[in-house]
């Protein structure tokens, strides 16, 4: 991995920990961020967190909704009143980042799906209510643009969900420039995409000039990766486990394999 040049594209608010963990095993890293997360503050936001009781369960599908979420209700009141009560509903989050996420404002998630994706949740999720989850009443506060797989495949199997688009995932302003004069300039070893956002909106700020199938890139999961795929880019190394600490593993371990002399 030394000296090796990777290029994330992630959102600032995961840059850092993702910087930090490829730059202690060698890499040079370069950021261009695709993804810029814009709070959508909404009255039913507000009317979710009003009623909070009514639910048996909140699925969060990212950290960002964590964050967004948990800060809006603290400025709607105390969130010990949440914390201390035994009639608070039982927590989802999608993966251990976002479960970190919910530790931050005092809470422990009660699951935490073994695929980090909206399948894992639905396999973990139905099994654990050993298959009937008619009338559990859910909220899922999340992006605007999320896939519609999960609260489809609740409601069909009988729950009664809510679902509160409470950000939306937007271009930065000043990203295609930079990344212009990168692609110019500069040849990463690897290109990193955390969501099909982050692929979507690099394709979309990539300027047409420079051929984007020469480059190699990794993905932090299967969803992630078939959308990559579909724009007919390189995906040369996925995650195991659809998480920032298992998409530096997978870049680890591809540059490893690269670098190891076939046998004589």
């Known amino acids: 991995m030394k000296n090796r040049t990777i290029l994330i594209t992630c959102s600032q608010s995961q ?13 040079r890293v370069l950021e261009i961020p695709t993804i810029e997360i814009k709070a959508r503050l909404n009255p039913a936001l507000d009317e ?27 400025k709607m009141g105390d969130l010990s009143d949440w914390t201390d009560s035994t009639t608070f509903p039982s927590i989802c989050c999608i993966g251990p980042a976002t479960a970190k996420k919910t530790e931050e404002y005092g809470f422990q998630a009660n699951l935490v799906p073994h695929i980090y994706q909206a399948e894992g949740i639905l396999e973990d999720f139905i099994h654990l209510h050993n298959g009937d989850i008619t009338n559990l009443h859910i909220l899922i506060p999340r992006a605007s643009q999320a896939r519609k797989i999960l609260p489809n495949t609740l409601k069909d199997k009988g729950a009664i969900v809510d679902v509160v688009a409470i950000y939306d995932t937007v271009v930065p302003k000043t990203s295609r420039l930079r990344l212009t004069e990168l692609l110019k300039n500069e040849s990463p070893d690897l290109i990193t995409f955390t969501s099909s956002s982050t692929v979507t909106n690099f394709v979309a700020l990539a300027p047409e000039h420079i051929s984007l199938q020469k480059f190699c890139y990794a993905a932090i999961g299967p969803i992630t990766a078939a959308t990559a795929k579909a724009y007919g880019l390189k995906i040369v190394t996925q995650a195991k486990k659809s998480s920032i600490p298992g998409l530096v593993s997978a870049i680890e371990n591809y540059f490893s394999c690269e670098e190891t002399p076939p046998p004589k």
């Open 15 to 27: 840059s850092p920990e993702f910087r930090h963990l490829l730059e202690r095993v060698g890499a």
């Open 48 to 74: 979710s967190i009003e009623n909070i009781r009514h639910y048996q369960w909140i699925m969060f599908t990212s950290a960002h909704g964590v964050q967004i979420f948990m800060d809006r209700a603290q």
